[in-house]
């Protein structure tokens, strides 16, 4: 059971560059989350999406994109890669229901992008 | 707008010391409160929380919410080096958005435990 896979772990991009950072998950959950963490800092929620075909903005999303086209995929888009979004982002996923009184979201590996 | 709040910051305490973090939220249509221990890679599940007073436990650490104040607290007694840490709490609510109702997860900044030796 591979959970949130994240691709890739580390990635340098040139200002103006645009990437995809990837993120699947296997175990059929509906909910599906990016997080961006700065240093010292929480996570802050970027996208997140309810089911395939369903996506809505969260707390810092100019600069970022997002599509759900399958329940299992979730990837993430820069377009035109600032400073600023330096940072480690983290893709999640969530089932709607509980599970012997557990709901939590389980979290890919992190991906550390460095925008120079 | 949700909002998590976590106190302290950071903190710094010896092996064998009891340390409690806080966490405060103001959400609309509170679902669960979630507790994650993050190391140096992606947070790890501690506790949910979803009933006032009834508190959650899982060896040295507990975790207890109240509803009514807007508050929940983690414990850990007898701390370890291997405790150190940042500690999340993220609240659960539910909202309406293009795709209906749904559930928002909403982490606070953390705090930041270092047990030393």
């Known amino acids: 059971n591979a959970g949130v896979t994240q691709t890739p772990k580390f990635r340098i991009l040139k200002i103006g560059q645009s990437m995809t950072l990837q993120c699947t998950q296997d175990?059929?959950?509906?909910?599906m989350y990016w997080y961006r963490q700065d240093p010292g800092m929480g996570l802050k929620l970027i996208y997140y999406?309810?089911?395939?075909?369903?996506?809505d903005k969260g707390e810092v999303p100019n600069g970022y994109n997002v599509s759900r086209s399958t329940t299992e995929d979730f990837p993430l888009r820069l377009e035109l890669a600032a400073p600023s979004q330096t940072s480690v982002y983290f893709c999640?996923?969530?089932?709607?229901?509980?599970?012997?009184?557990?709901?939590?979201?389980?979290f890919g590996q992190g991906t550390r992008l460095t925008v120079v | 707008e949700d909002k998590v709040v976590q106190s302290p910051l950071s903190l710094v305490v010896h092996e064998g010391d009891t340390v409690t973090l806080n966490c405060s939220y103001e959400v609309t249509n509170f679902r669960s409160l979630l507790w994650y221990k993050q190391e140096k890679k992606a947070p790890t599940f501690l506790f949910m929380l979803?009933?006032?007073?009834i508190e959650k436990k899982s060896g040295r650490l507990s975790s207890i919410l109240d509803k009514k104040e807007l508050f929940s607290i983690l414990n850990i007694t007898a701390t370890q080096t291997g405790d150190s840490a940042v500690y999340l709490c993220?609240?659960?609510?539910?909202?309406?958005?293009?795709?209906?109702?749904?559930?928002?997860?909403?982490f606070g900044k953390g705090t930041l435990l270092t047990v030393n030796p």
């Open positions: 993220a609240v659960e609510a539910w909202g309406l958005n293009s795709g209906g109702s749904n559930y928002k997860l909403t």
């Open positions: 999640a996923s969530k089932s709607r229901v509980e599970n012997r009184g557990r709901r939590e979201a389980f």
């Open positions: 999406s309810v089911g395939a075909g369903i996506t």
């Open positions: 979803t009933s006032s007073g």
């Open positions: 175990m059929n959950h509906n909910y």
